[in-house]
């Protein structure tokens, strides 16, 4: 899973335990109509969820799970489910979403009942299980690109470049971007790409096939 979005479905967990609060002070106030409303909504947010770590980890769900299981094909489903790239963690982490959506439901389902506050009781502990299984989700290498513009200044980052080259957790890569130097006229204008002038060991991407909204690194260098 890239960095970032681990990252950012971490950082949900304080949202998603805050809505199941605020689940269970409409329930204890009995405004039902508010509970509701917050359960469709974190209910989305935990299938988006979903959607991202199954995006992230390659997953290939089997529309026949169900009945693999009660045949007794589950474990050559799983193996299925392994083979298409879908790591234990990432499927776990799933399969606990699902789970909280079917207490999400059986809450909304009674919610005047006695039971409404123990479903969300069990709500809580399962996030805090979905966020250990996504914590244990294996992260993809750090993503480090440096944009150099003169090359003659390459200098001021290669013992970093290298570091981050001979890093087995890193990807490091080299992209120069082009530059223009300003003359004394308004139009005095000259745009320089020195992309052929850094050391042969170095291997560079040219600006125009890298793309920062795709790549999204989590480390950039540039030059002052």
């Not at 096939?209 to 260098?221: C, G, K, T, V």
């Amino acid at each position: 899973m890239r960095r970032y979005i681990k990252k950012q479905l971490c950082g949900l967990q304080g949202t998603l335990l805050g809505a199941l609060g605020a689940v269970r002070t409409s329930l204890q106030r009995r405004r039902y109509g508010d509970a509701y409303r917050i359960l469709t909504e974190l209910q989305q947010a935990l299938i988006e969820a979903g959607g991202v770590i199954e995006r992230e980890e390659n997953i290939c769900q089997d529309a026949g799970t169900g009945a693999d299981a009660q045949s007794g094909n589950a474990g050559e489903n799983e193996r299925r489910e392994d083979a298409a790239g879908m790591g234990k963690s990432g499927r776990e982490a799933v399969r606990t979403l699902e789970t909280i959506c079917e207490v999400l439901y059986a809450i909304a389902k009674d919610m005047e009942g006695k039971t409404a506050l123990s479903y969300v009781r069990q709500a809580e502990r399962l996030l805090s299980d979905y966020s250990a299984r996504l914590k244990d989700i294996p992260e993809d290498k750090l993503k480090v690109v440096f944009f150099p513009y003169k090359a003659s200044m390459w200098t001021a980052f290669e013992s970093i470049w290298q570091e981050a080259a001979a890093d087995k957790e890193c990807e490091a890569k080299v992209v120069p971007i082009p530059y223009c130097d300003f003359g004394e006229g308004a139009g005095d204008v000259k745009w320089n790409y020195e992309i052929d002038k850094y050391p042969p060991y170095v291997p560079v991407i040219p600006f125009d096939r890298y793309s920062l909204r795709e790549e999204m690194p989590d480390i950039a260098f540039i030059h002052n």
